[in-house]
């Protein structure tokens, strides 16, 4: 999208311990040059390892987030994680509404909005996430799936600084499948109109990530598409070199 700076995004999910951290410090070197003007690069590692991660990237550009939170700002939920201790050690971002959080902890759009409100009440950017299931994809019904969970993830007055939105086919998680180019043209064309309609010029300035077996090999081509404003990465983030080939597709 024109005059919006691309986002690529490393999500580590379940995966990294203090092992991994020459892999941080591999990424938080590698995004360091002349890209770093025009290209933000973000990685979401467990959250056992944000603060010290962000302690050995205090030179870099690369941002640090969590991949959750909670809805509520503190108190008695055990295991869970309030944006204002992501905030706390200095993420600057969290992911919401990931596929993985919606099927295994049963998320709905109207957590995932609450989420949102939440982490962007302690100044964190959220990466709403959306994105159809396979059998959803095969009824025809893809651009109707993302039109409610926009409207239900998103929350009203949302603003392009504090709103990523992630673009990930259920499908195409982890598999190595992806979308065609057209049908990834076709999904992100619909999500800008939907965005633009309802927040206006914000909504033309939100990025869309595109995310789902995102590798060095295609990322070339799934970014080139008209509306994708950078990808979201899982497998492919674990590894330093990958992502900074992908990183360095721009
Ligand atoms: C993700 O879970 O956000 C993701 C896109 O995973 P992968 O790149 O491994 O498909």
């Known amino acids: 999208t024109p005059d919006v700076r691309p986002l690529v995004a490393g999500n580590w999910k379940m995966n990294g311990t203090r092992s991994s951290l020459d892999q941080i410090k591999a990424i938080s070197e590698g995004v360091k040059g002349e890209l770093a003007e025009k290209v933000d690069a973000l990685l979401c590692p467990p959250a056992t390892l944000l603060y010290v991660a962000t302690a050995i990237c205090t ?15 503190s108190g008695a939920h055990t295991g869970d994680i309030s ?96 979308p ?27 990025r869309i990530l595109y995310g789902g077996s995102v590798k060095p090999s295609n990322a070339r081509d799934l970014m080139a598409v008209e509306n994708v404003d950078g990808a979201l990465i899982g497998g492919a983030s674990l590894k330093a070199v990958d992502f900074l080939a992908i990183y360095d597709v721009y």
Not at 98 to 120: F, I, P, Q, W, Y
Not at 127 to 153: N, W
Not at 180 to 205: T, W
Request: hydrophobic share 40%; charged share 25%; aromatic share 4%.
């Open 59 to 73: 030179d870099s550009p690369l941002a640090l987030g969590a991949q959750d939170c909670h809805q509520n700002v």
């Open 83 to 178: 944006a204002e201790m992501i905030a706390d050690c200095f993420g600057t971002y969290v992911i919401v509404g990931h596929s993985e959080r919606r099927a295994d902890h049963g998320e709905s759009d109207a957590l995932v909005r609450a989420k949102t409100e939440t982490a962007n009440a302690a100044d964190l950017t959220a990466i709403i996430c959306v994105g159809e299931t396979e059998e959803e994809r095969e009824r025809g019904e893809t651009l109707q799936v993302l039109k409610r969970q926009l409207e239900g993830s998103i929350p009203d007055g949302a603003r392009a600084e504090r709103t990523v939105v992630a673009y990930e086919p259920v499908w195409a998680i982890g598999t190595g499948l992806t």
């Open 180 to 206: 065609s180019v057209a049908d990834v043209a076709e999904a992100h064309a619909f999500m800008r109109r939907e965005l633009a309609a309802r927040f206006g010029a914000e909504g033309q300035a939100m």
